[in-house]
């Protein structure tokens, strides 16, 4: 039986991923306010579990990195929310 535990992030990992989270909604100009009251905070709580296990993590950096204006982040399991989720000044 494979160990599970192998799947799981380590602290430093966590920490990357979460801030490339962040980086990724000011990049698509989420209204992070918003964000976190949709559903009680629970979509943001999903969001959240999406990115920590997410298996785009590298592509993700590299968007950020450098293509980040130029075409969308329909690699990423959380563009739909980010999308519906757009500051008002924008």
């Known amino acids: ?3 599970s535990r192998l799947l799981w992030a380590t602290k430093e990992e966590l920490s990357q991923r ?3 989270m962040d980086q ?7 209204d992070v306010l918003a964000a976190i009251r949709v559903d009680g905070g629970l979509a943001f709580i999903e969001a959240r579990a999406k990115c920590r296990y997410c298996q785009h993590a590298g592509v993700c950096r590299r968007w950020l990195l450098g293509d ?4 969308a982040a329909d690699f990423c399991p959380n ?9 008002l000044d924008s």
Request: charged share 20%; glycine share 12%; aromatic share 12%.
């Open 24 to 30: 990724m909604m000011e990049a698509q100009g989420v």
């Open 79 to 87: 563009v739909a929310f980010f999308r519906s989720c757009p500051r």
């Open 1 to 3: 039986m494979p160990n």
């Open 18 to 20: 979460y801030a490339l």
């Open 68 to 71: 980040g204006g130029r075409r």
